[in-house]
C-alpha cells in the first residue's frame, strides 16, 4: 500500500446523496463526508497525497468486500501517515 492518510467517519444511516469526483468517476457520497472532503480541498492538504477513505475504497453494497475489508481497517490505520 502506497504512503497515504486515512479518513473514517461514522457509517450512519444517511443516504448518499452528495457527488464528488474520483479518478474521473462520479461517486455519491454521504452529506457528513461530503462536507469533510470539502473542509480538507478548501484548505489543499492533500493536493499531492494519496487519501483513504473507508467509503470510497470498500464498497458499501457489497457485505462480503466490506467483511474482508473492514478487518484491514486496523492495518490500514496503523500504517497511514495520518488518521482522522
Known amino acids: ?3 497515504c492518510m486515512a479518513l473514517s467517519y461514522t457509517w ?4 448518499p446523496i452528495e457527488s464528488v469526483r ?5 461517486l455519491k457520497v ?3 463526508l461530503h462536507a ?3 473542509e480538507i ?5 492533500f493536493s499531492d497525497r494519496w487519501l483513504w477513505i473507508d467509503a470510497v475504497c470498500i464498497n458499501q453494497n457489497n457485505a ?3 467483511a474482508v475489508e473492514v ?8 500504517n497511514a501517515t495520518e488518521s482522522f
Open 1 to 3: 500500500m502506497p504512503e
Open 12 to 15: 450512519g444511516t444517511e443516504d
Open 22 to 26: 474520483c479518478d474521473d468517476q462520479t
Open 30 to 32: 454521504t452529506p457528513n
Open 36 to 38: 469533510a472532503l470539502s
Open 41 to 45: 480541498s478548501l484548505k489543499g492538504e
Open 64 to 66: 462480503e468486500e466490506k
Open 71 to 78: 478487518k484491514r481497517m486496523d492495518s490500514i490505520f496503523t
